[in-house]
């Protein structure tokens, strides 16, 4: 079953401006991690933020955590065409011997 | 180094037909997932090898779908009188336990 769900859905923005996303869960988790999938390609790794951490940075890349709410947010800032992709949050649940559980995703689309 | 491998990169196959569907992981890699994803949705867990450990085919939708891994590397996915509703891109991933996935560009399968 699907644990993250990734709001919102869809997202446009110009370049220069700042996106987020924000993903919720339903139980306990190790970790959660973002991930980015281009059109026609396999997913790409972005961050993993552990369950003991609110705040991680890579690059442009802001993620939050906030176990108590079941909930994660990740930030993109000053945006460039190149981000436009599909955002997945991934969670592996305490009892999940590591098995990730992924959402639907948010279409990212970045106009120049 | 080389990253995850999946083979075919599309199959068109008549509905009643069984697939067979490859993944060759990254080397060393101990833990490799299975993952379905239709058409603008998330991924759906299948599968999950790791080591030698029974895997966990909590995922699999139906008894026509199995797989195996040869060896602790190589992996195929069979699917069995395959239906219209199998129609989807099938993912493949590798990692180290509670590492980051590397997915493969995954096997487009299309059933008419």
């Known amino acids: 079953s699907q644990q993250g769900e990734e709001d919102p859905q869809a997202l446009s923005i110009q370049e220069g401006e700042n996106a987020t996303m924000n993903c919720s869960y339903k139980t306990s988790i190790n970790n959660l991690q973002w991930y980015r999938q281009n059109s026609g390609r396999g997913l790409v790794h972005l961050i993993l933020?552990?369950?003991?951490?609110r705040e991680k940075h890579s690059g442009r890349l802001r993620v939050t955590l906030d176990t108590s709410k079941k909930s994660s947010s990740l930030l993109i800032t000053a945006s460039r065409a190149a981000d436009t992709a599909s955002y997945f949050c991934?969670?592996?649940?305490?009892?999940?011997?590591?098995?990730?559980?992924f959402g639907k995703g948010t279409s990212l689309l970045v106009t120049p | 180094g080389a990253g995850v491998s999946q083979s075919p990169s599309n199959k068109v196959t008549e509905k009643g037909k069984d697939v067979e569907l490859r993944c060759d992981p990254i080397?060393?890699?101990?833990?490799l997932y299975w993952y379905r994803q239709s058409l603008g949705q998330g991924l759906e867990f299948l599968i999950y090898?790791?080591?030698?450990?029974?895997?966990?085919k909590s995922g699999l939708p139906s008894d026509r779908f199995s797989a195996e891994r040869t060896g602790g590397s190589v992996s195929t996915l069979t699917i069995q009188r395959t239906q219209q509703e199998d129609s989807a891109v099938y993912l493949c991933?590798?990692?180290?336990?509670?590492?980051?996935?590397?997915f493969g560009n995954g096997t487009r399968l299309t059933v008419t």
């Open positions: 991934a969670t592996d649940a305490e009892n999940s011997g590591y098995a990730l559980n």
């Open positions: 933020i552990r369950s003991n951490e």
């Open positions: 080397s060393g890699h101990t833990a």
């Open positions: 991933a590798s990692s180290d336990p509670g590492s980051p996935l590397h």
């Open positions: 090898f790791q080591g030698n450990s029974a895997p966990d």
